[in-house]
């Protein structure tokens, strides 16, 4: 799935600082001050649609005891994982990501009646239109001890997505930096440093569920679109 990026034309908050070299005590020599400066902060931001779906399931099984849930939950966790793969998911992208056998009590915490055994795979899904099917064919094997933890969206390759962020995010810083220097009176110089943040991305879609064997309809997913921001600071000297 190929990726569309949009520039917002919204505009967004910008800081600065703008440092003047202090006047009080005795003078000093000019060389040996301090450059006066002003410092920007500013963020670009890019909106695309996702081309990869993380699909966070699994199975839980209660048993008696813990061989017996290990066992059955093992069992259970293979045929997903085999379903998951004839539904068209690659091999490297099928990754176990939680195992766990834990005592199971009843509600009030006081009388054991087994094990909890849960066994958690991480598949990653490139072709959308597959993707409620993918999640349908693994329900049917586990049936009611299926869970589907959590599904979430990225880029296969953000690269242009960052690279367009991150470009949009200097010139607004430098935009910024221009209009305080006029504002103030005073000359725009070299640019003395400029730092990058991490990139980060809007929230991911997500949801904890158990889904019923019985279900004939596969699950909708649409991929939606998802922001890339990348926040830059620049420093330029002013005289």
């Known amino acids: 799935m190929r990726a569309r990026t949009w520039l917002l034309p919204t505009a967004l908050a ?8 202090g006047t009080a005590g ?11 400066t002003i410092t920007v902060t500013a963020t670009g ?10 699909l966070t399931i699994g199975v839980e099984t209660h048993e008696r005891s813990a061989t017996e849930g290990l066992n059955r939950n093992s ?8 379903a998951l793969k004839a539904a068209g998911v690659d091999d490297d992208d099928v990754q176990t990501s939680y195992l766990s056998v834990s005592p199971d009590y009843n509600n009030d915490g006081g009388t054991f009646e087994g094990y909890v055994v849960s066994n958690i795979v991480t598949a990653s899904l490139r072709d959308f239109d597959k993707a409620g099917e993918v999640i349908d064919a693994a329900t ?5 001890e299926i869970i589907v933890q959590g599904i979430s969206f ?5 690269a242009e997505l960052v690279k367009t962020a991150r470009t949009d995010a200097v010139k607004r ?23 990058e943040d991490t990139p980060s991305y809007g929230p991911p879609i997500a949801f904890e569920s158990k889904l019923s064997a019985t279900s004939d309809a596969a699950a ?10 990348v926040q830059v600071t620049l420093v330029y000297e002013i005289t």
């Open 14 to 21: 910008v800081g600065f600082i703008m440092t003047l070299p």
């Open 75 to 82: 069992t259970l966790a293979r045929k997903v994982i085999e």
């Open 154 to 158: 990225s880029f296969d390759d953000d």
């Open 140 to 144: 049917k094997i586990a049936g009611d």
């Open 45 to 54: 931001l890019v909106r695309g649609t996702p081309d990869v779906l993380e």
């Open 220 to 229: 909708p997913i649409e991929p939606g679109s998802q922001d890339v921001n």
């Open 26 to 36: 005795a003078a000093t020599n000019d060389n040996s001050r301090d450059p006066r």
């Open 173 to 195: 810083a430098r935009a910024q930096a221009q209009q305080l220097a006029d504002a103030a009176d005073v000359n725009l110089g070299d640019l003395l440093s400029i730092t």
